[in-house]
T-cell receptor
């Protein structure tokens, strides 16, 4: 696949560990946030989203936390598996606007 | 339900050649987008179309043109390719603009373009 991950921050974990991927967003007016997963050679895939009226949202094995005071978003993956190895992007949006602003991404490497 | 499809998957061009990247979505989405992705750079928006009949520049529009052919299709054209346009190109769509919709974008599989 293409070298999407070149020069990206990398988080290396062992299978079964919990992973936390962080993202600082830029616009205090943003009120909708998304986490995407991108596997090698594929397009980004939606994982979970959160609106600014919430500070936590849980999915299957994933939790997103939002701290609007410091403009920080995190993605927690429980019991990380080798299939979770990918690049993870956060994206921010102002509801009513069509475009998303993407972060640079973090590469997650999970070793068995 | 194929989601977002892109053609071609791979393309090699010589400097100065032209080509059109095709994108189609079958989710009846209002909005469509073209991004490029370079190593370590994340996704950068080239152009988008918030609704059928409209197009707007994104962050890196120079050297590209787009056409929103109908609600389903959004094409990206390189009139005179340059080596700096070597990249992976992703098309995306969203229901943005529909009452009550989220702005989640759905991505195609990408086109890997090399300009020699």
């Amino acid at each position: 696949g293409e070298s999407v991950g070149l020069h990206l921050p990398t988080l290396s974990v062992q299978e079964g560990d919990n992973s936390i991927i962080n993202c600082a967003y830029s616009n205090s007016a943003s009120d909708y946030f998304i986490w995407y997963k991108q596997e090698s050679g594929k397009g980004p895939q939606f994982i979970i989203d959160i609106r600014s009226n919430m500070d936590k949202r849980q999915g299957q094995r994933v939790t997103v936390l939002l701290n609007k005071t410091v403009k920080h978003l995190s993605l927690q993956i429980a019991a990380t598996q080798p299939g979770d190895s990918a690049v993870y992007f956060c994206a921010e949006n102002i509801l009513g606007y069509s475009t998303l602003t993407f972060g640079k991404g973090t590469m997650l490497l999970v070793s068995p | 339900n194929a989601g977002v499809t892109q053609t071609p998957k791979f393309q090699v061009l010589k400097t100065g050649q032209s080509m059109t990247l095709q994108c189609a979505q079958d989710m009846n989405h209002n909005s469509m987008y073209w991004y490029r992705q370079d190593p370590g750079m994340g996704l950068r928006l080239i152009y988008y179309s918030a609704s059928e009949g409209t197009t707007d520049k994104g962050e890196v529009p120079n050297g590209y043109n787009v056409s929103r052919l109908n609600k389903r299709e959004f094409s990206l054209r390189l009139e005179s390719a340059a080596p700096s346009q070597t990249s992976v190109y992703f098309c995306a769509s969203s229901a943005s603009g529909t009452s009550g919709s989220r702005n989640e974008q759905f991505f195609g599989p990408g086109t890997r373009l090399t300009v020699l």
